[in-house]
């Protein structure tokens, strides 16, 4: 077994999340920062460096195509850029097909308290007769829904699917101005943004006579950064535990 460090490549290192990554990833035992890409740059930068590992926080319109390069060159990807529909994550599973050199990792939150939020709600979700999410974010955002809100509302509907329960009570006949939001798999989420938050997401559950929130609040970026190294270590080298196509910090986490 090798000691060498395991070299790894940020896409959108110029960015929020990828400037922060760089740092960690740095600073991390046995990783080793190789290439820094952003929008101008190369691709062939990361495999100039021999990058073995692709972290990747660009924008849900690229993503795609960065893991496709990522696969077809035998680089494995840390993928914590939003937008990841299940048709996407079929997408990648046909790309990668049995090779089993190469790992893609897709984290929708890659901080603790945001992976045990979704857990804790999805165990809830079958107990109570509503659910809904709100996630509130900064203004430069993107997307809307986040994909930690996408991932929790699909997680809440598969929890109830399994459970068997019915239509969540609603009486709402009109809805001109969208107010009752967006669905996801059933489940309404409402996406807030304004100056000064980071990241941040309610999941708001009803039954007769009582409701449950559960929130998280990250309140710095820095939140994001040991899940982002634990990722890295478990697609390569010799702490490699992950293999095909993978979503959620969960399987990292060993929960
Ligand atoms: N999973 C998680 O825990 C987290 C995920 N995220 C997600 O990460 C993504 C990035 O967020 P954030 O850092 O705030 O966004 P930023 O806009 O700050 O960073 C994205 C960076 O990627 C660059 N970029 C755009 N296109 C490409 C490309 N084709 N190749 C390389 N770089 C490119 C951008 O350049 P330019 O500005 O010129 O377009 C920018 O520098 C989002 O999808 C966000 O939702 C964010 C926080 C946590
Ligand atoms: O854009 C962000 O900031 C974040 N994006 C991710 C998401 O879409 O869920 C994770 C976190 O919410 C921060």
Request: charged fraction near 20%; include cysteine; hydrophobic fraction near 45%.
């Amino acid at each position: 077994m090798s000691d060498a460090p395991t070299k790894v490549g940020v896409l959108g290192a110029r960015g929020r999340m990828g400037s922060q990554a760089c740092k960690a990833i740095d600073a991390a035992d046995g990783l080793e920062l190789v290439a820094g890409v952003d929008i101008h740059d190369s691709l062939a930068g990361l495999t100039g460096a021999h990058a073995e590992v692709v972290v990747d926080f660009t924008r849900p319109d690229v993503v795609m195509d960065n893991l496709k390069w990522c696969i077809g060159h035998g680089v494995s990807a840390v993928v914590g850029t939003s937008g990841f529909t299940d048709e996407r994550v079929e997408e990648l599973r046909e790309m990668v097909g049995d090779r089993d050199d190469v790992t893609v990792l897709i984290v929708p939150n890659f901080s603790i308290g945001a992976v045990l939020m979704m857990r804790f709600a999805a165990q809830a979700a079958p107990y109570f007769e509503s659910a809904e999410v709100i996630e509130l974010h900064h203004p430069e955002k993107v997307d809307a829904p986040s994909g930690t809100a996408q991932r929790t509302a699909e997680l809440i509907a598969g929890a109830r699917a399994d459970a068997g329960c019915g239509a969540m009570p609603d009486a709402t006949a009109s809805d001109p101005s969208g107010a009752r939001g967006g669905a996801v798999g059933g489940v309404p989420v409402h996406s807030v943004r304004a100056r000064g938050l980071v990241a941040h997401q309610e999941v708001l559950l009803g039954a007769l006579g009582e409701t449950l929130t559960i929130r998280h609040d990250s309140l710095d970026r820095e939140s994001f950064m040991p899940g982002v190294v634990a990722g890295v270590r478990a697609v390569s080298g010799a702490e490699r535990t992950l293999t095909g196509v993978v979503v959620g910090l969960e399987h990292v986490l060993g929960f």
